[in-house]
T-cell receptor
């Protein structure tokens, strides 16, 4: 079946502009995660959605970052007033159930470059 | 809090040679352990995971890892590598108590020389 998809694959923007990144999880997956991967570094957890429960936003680096998810479908990550330090690959993952043991299925990522 | 240390940022090896990618973690609670692989221009995918039971875990593509609780390690091994194993490998931990807090290491880039 179809995997996790993300769009756009690449985004170049100017400092101060807002950007919106999209993630389409695998159908039926309850949990959805957003990560940030800076060049040469590991994955940094941003936010986690599980069904209709309140999202875990503890990884969002500032109030310029926000994310939404409607039910168990598409999620959008919005970065307002982008800064050069926001340049990174943003990865989305989904998993069938909400649990630490569950495998996460990753999308190909969105490479964000802030000029 | 949990942390994951991958001691080698890059590991070059010759084709058909054995390889070990090292991973150590720190946690005050019990954790699940994972290795994910990212092939060039592809998304991350699960290689293997340790949940409980036998400390030797076998994954895809001939990889295996051994959980060592006393040394808080989860090293990844393969007896004979192929060119197709060229990728970045990430070790990760997730505490039993939380579904969201999966912590990734900084990754090890494995490059295979013919």
């Amino acid at each position: 079946g179809a995997g996790v998809s993300q769009s756009p694959s690449n985004k170049v923007t100017e400092k101060g502009k807002d950007v919106e990144l999209r993630c389409d999880p695998i159908s039926g997956h309850t949990a959805l995660y957003w990560y940030r991967q800076r060049l040469g570094q590991g994955l940094e957890f941003l936010i986690y959605f599980q069904g209709n429960s309140a999202p875990d936003k503890s990884g969002l680096p500032s109030d310029r970052f926000s994310a939404e998810r409607t039910g168990e479908s598409v999620s959008t990550l919005t970065i307002q007033r982008t800064q050069q330090e926001d340049s990174a690959v943003y990865l989305c993952a989904s998993s069938p159930l909400a649990g630490g043991a569950d495998t996460q299925y990753f999308g190909p990522g969105t490479r964000l470059t802030v000029l | 809090a949990q942390s994951v240390t991958q001691l080698d940022s890059q590991v070059p090896v010759f084709e058909e040679a054995p390889v070990e990618l090292r991973c150590n973690y720190s946690s005050s609670v019990s954790v699940y352990l994972f290795w994910y692989v990212q092939y060039p221009n592809q998304g991350l995918q699960l290689l293997l995971k340790y949940l409980s039971g036998s400390t030797l875990v076998k994954g895809i593509n001939g990889f295996e890892a051994e959980f060592n609780k006393s040394q808080t390690s989860f090293h990844l091994r393969k007896p004979s590598v192929h060119i197709s194993d060229t990728a970045e490998y990430f070790c990760a931990v997730s505490p039993y108590s939380s579904a969201s807090k999966i912590i990734f290491g900084s990754g090890t880039r494995l490059s295979i020389r013919p």
